[in-house]
């Protein structure tokens, strides 16, 4: 079983002033990973988190840091996680009628505000069940125009740059890791790897998102449709269930520790058919993912998960969820291709980060686009469970 043998502490097991998620529902068996120990160059860590992006391409980060290394600081970025929190609820609070003058995709931007229902979860049309609000880097940090953004969240800029900050220092050190294991061609080594391909200061669909999801009914719903993520690396704060990998064949899940002495029909274990399983929360760490450029650029030794969100299950679902995200992708102009000896060339190697990244968000919210929204799902799965 692929899940870790670092035991969690007792007072970290669950988060404050909401309900447990529930030992009665079928898990993903993440590895955790510590980050003071990639930060040391402990070889046996390294390698726990090169199998983590080569299997399943998902694990936790515990960010619980001794001190800072430069300005990577796991410790600053869980502080910074808990404020933006707040932030966001501020901002979810306020009158539609006001958030969706914020809304840009009409304009072709993928930034700013995405209402409830405004994204497709499917080819059938069926509408999402989520607010986002996302936040270019390239705007905090005043690398591209200032985009119109509500009053309230205005006053948060010092947050913002230590968050982009302390999330990007951490992704570099995901994709320093990746390097020294992948097979890359001279001239990538030579250019820097692929550090060099996702540097802060240069322009990148890079972004803070915000999400909210009302209390949801306990049924087969899917409130985010399933996808892979479009970019490099993903961090992830949650606090309440719903998010859902999908596992291959090779790859069980952790069964869950007690049955639902309800009895009858248990539409979150039903939810788990097909290979689907939950990732639980914990406190002290974020969720780590692999997107779709670094498929392309390891020729699919890396991988980019499957997942999808539906209700937090049992008692977790009567709660309103909010997540944060933080997005590393490629710089705008990076062409995603292969990067490694023995690759194979692909059609979509003419195609740059942001045409990409283009493509498939606006694509999630245009029915008529739905078909050219898809990304690496096809060999995600590696021969596993379709």
Request: proline share 6%; net charge negative; hydrophobic share 35%.
């Amino acid at each position: 079983m692929l899940h870790s043998n670092y035991a969690l502490s007792p007072q970290l097991a669950s988060f404050p002033d909401l309900p447990p998620f529930p030992d009665t529902v079928p898990t993903a068996p993440l590895l955790r990973i510590s980050l003071q120990r990639l930060l040391e160059h402990d070889c046996e860590e390294e390698e726990r988190c090169w199998k983590a992006c080569c299997d399943l391409g998902f694990f936790y980060l515990d960010l619980r840091t001794k001190d800072s290394a430069g300005d990577v600081n796991g410790e600053a970025l869980l502080q910074d996680a808990d404020q933006l929190f707040e932030v966001m609820k501020e901002f979810f609070d306020l009158d539609i009628n006001e958030k969706v003058k914020y809304d840009f995709a009409d304009q072709e931007s993928y930034f700013g505000y995405k209402g409830y229902g405004a994204g497709i979860v499917d080819s059938k049309g069926t509408r999402d069940r989520n607010e986002f609000y996302n936040i270019s880097k390239d705007d905090i940090l005043a690398l591209t125009p200032k985009l119109p953004a509500p009053d309230i969240l205005n006053s948060h800029y010092a947050l913002y740059t230590s968050y982009i900050n302390s999330s990007h220092s951490i992704c570099r050190v995901i994709l320093s890791l990746l390097s020294t294991h992948l097979p890359l061609l001279p001239s990538s080594i030579q250019n820097g790897g692929l550090p060099a391909l996702h540097n802060l200061h240069s322009i990148s669909g890079d972004q803070i998102r915000f999400v909210k999801a009302p209390p949801q009914k306990q049924d087969l719903a899917v409130a985010l449709g399933e996808h892979t993520d479009f970019g490099s690396v993903t961090v992830l704060f949650n606090r309440l269930g719903g998010l859902q990998v999908r596992l291959p064949d090779y790859i069980d899940a952790i069964p869950p520790a007690s049955t639902d002495k309800a009895g009858g029909l248990d539409v979150n274990n039903t939810l788990c058919a097909n290979g689907w399983a939950y990732v639980r929360p914990l406190p002290g760490h974020c969720i780590v993912n692999l997107g779709d450029a670094l498929v392309k650029f390891s020729n699919a030794r890396l991988r980019s998960n499957i997942h999808r969100v539906v209700a937090p299950p049992k008692e977790q679902g009567g709660v309103t969820r909010y997540s944060l995200v933080y997005f590393c992708r490629p710089e705008d102009d990076v062409k995603l291709g292969c990067l490694v000896e023995g690759g194979e060339e692909q059609e979509e190697e003419c195609v740059t980060a942001k045409e990409w990244i283009l493509r498939r968000a606006l694509g999630r919210r245009r029915i008529d686009e739905w078909e050219k929204s898809g990304g690496t799902e096809g060999v995600s799965m590696r021969g596993g469970k379709k």
